[in-house]
């Protein structure tokens, strides 16, 4: 059984439903969460969990929930994960905050991937929860939707300053989602009438006085045209002092920012970016593949058309040592790198984003940068170059201008290394990946 990490959840667009509501620990926690569970297991159908986690992994089931409550349970509260493996992928966080002046109950519900509410039937199931959660839990304010759309709203903050948002809160409507549930507080902020004549698809008035309201039928089409129209008719609705216009350019700017853009990424360096637009939140993820189709690393100069000769006495000595330094690269990057011990091109696309992912140029000082990694980097790179192209290495006293012999061309990989290691961006322009591509083609 495999849980959806923060990492799997950055991959694919999912919906995101956040829920805090009042939570009455008096009468027990069981008997107080059992209608929280009661509505997932009747109304969740194809995104229920499927096992709980907390130190081990247990089939989901009512005894499995309170097991894992106790055992993480402290002097705060408790917090379990709930999660789903199959299609679609779920995760469920479930915090209870037990100490405070008003105990509460906080839910994060991920269910991966979005278009899977493609259809009405499936989207019926999230309303149906928040409907029961939000009778059961009072919540000053509640909303699911895209993930990747709500990054671009800038929440919670919404613009505001830390200190400013974390003291106000969701005091007003600062954006509309797919799914929204506002407490009493923010109804009579609003107006009940104005907020129960809201145009959207669903409008409901909760037993407790809170207004659960639903833009549209499905979530997975939010950024279609008639989707953006009708968010903006509603916001506009909600929010008289906001231009319409204004709203609807704003959300047709975030539509235009999510639209996929097909990667074409530079032959030589494709291997390497191809694994960097992952790493970018979903919200600017197609702007960076756009970036990353138009850069064009410089064309390798770590070459020569004649080589220097050999100046030194002993090159078995010289070799020795050129070994020791490579093996020490593969010994502290193994772990990280495994893919290091075969000395593959493959290898060096995997250094290249190893480095890349964790600023390893920056996270470093020049002494140790010059002194141990860039000659490590160096005589690996160059043992590549001699093992998968049957080059020959043409040694020199100095370091940086010992060579290898490919076909008719004479490579430097301890300068290409020192270019190479100089800030996070040299990485992408003097990559180890294009580096050895160009030094293929003069394979004899």
């Keep these: ?28 926690i069981e008997p107080e969460l059992a209608p929280f569970f009661d509505a997932l297991e009747k109304y969740a159908g194809g995104w229920m969990p499927t096992f709980v986690k907390t130190s081990r992994m247990r089939k989901y089931s009512r005894d499995a929930v309170w097991r894992a409550i106790e055992e993480r349970r402290d002097d705060y509260g408790s917090n379990i994960g709930l999660f789903r493996s199959e299609n679609p992928g779920v995760s469920l966080a479930l915090t209870l905050g037990l100490t405070q002046e008003d105990p509460d109950l906080r839910a994060r519900l991920s269910v991966q991937p979005l278009s899977f509410f493609s ?122 002092d906001l231009d319409f216009d204004t709203v609807l350019s704003t959300l047709r700017e975030r539509s235009a920012a999510l639209a996929p853009v097909e990667p074409r990424f530079h032959p030589d360096v494709a291997p390497f970016l191809s694994r960097l637009p992952d790493e970018f939140s979903l919200s600017e993820r197609q702007r960076k593949i756009a970036e990353l189709n138009a850069f064009r ?108 012999r490919v076909g008719k061309r004479i490579w430097l990989p301890f300068l290409r290394a020192r270019r190479y290691m100089q800030s996070r961006q040299s990485l992408l322009e003097y990559s180890l990946t294009q580096f050895f591509h160009e030094a293929e083609r003069y394979r004899p």
């Design 1 to 28: 059984m495999t849980t959806l990490t923060l990492h799997d959840l950055n991959k694919v667009d999912c919906l995101r439903f956040l829920f805090d509501g009042a939570f009455n620990s008096g009468n027990g």
């Design 119 to 240: 259809e009405e039937k499936a989207c019926l199931g999230i309303v149906a929860t928040a409907r029961a959660w939000a009778s059961r839990y009072p919540a000053h304010h509640a909303s699911a939707h895209s993930s990747a759309d709500r990054q671009l709203t800038d929440s919670p903050a919404f613009g505001r300053d830390d200190a400013t948002w974390k003291r106000d809160g969701f005091d007003k409507i600062y954006e509309l989602f797919w799914l929204n549930i506002f407490g009493p507080k923010l109804v009579e902020s609003v107006g009940r009438e104005r907020m129960l004549t809201t145009p959207a698809h669903l409008v409901e008035e909760l037993p407790n006085g809170s207004v659960l309201l639903v833009l549209r039928p499905t979530a997975a089409d939010f950024d279609s045209e008639e989707a953006r129209v009708a968010q903006a008719r509603a916001h506009v609705h909600l929010r008289p």
């Design 297 to 404: 690393p410089p064309v390798p100069e770590e070459w020569l058309p004649v080589a220097h000769p050999s100046d030194v006495e002993n090159p078995e000595h010289v070799l020795e040592s050129y070994g020791d330094l490579s093996e020490g690269l593969v010994a502290v990057l193994h772990t990280d790198v495994p893919s290091i011990m075969e000395e593959t091109p493959e290898s060096l696309t995997d250094l290249d984003f190893h480095f890349w992912k964790t600023h390893f140029p920056e996270r470093y000082t020049r002494d140790v940068l010059d002194g141990h990694t860039i000659p490590a980097l160096g005589a690996f790179l160059g043992d590549v170059l001699v093992r998968r192209l049957g080059g020959t290495w043409v040694l020199r006293q100095k370091m940086e201008e010992s060579q290898v």
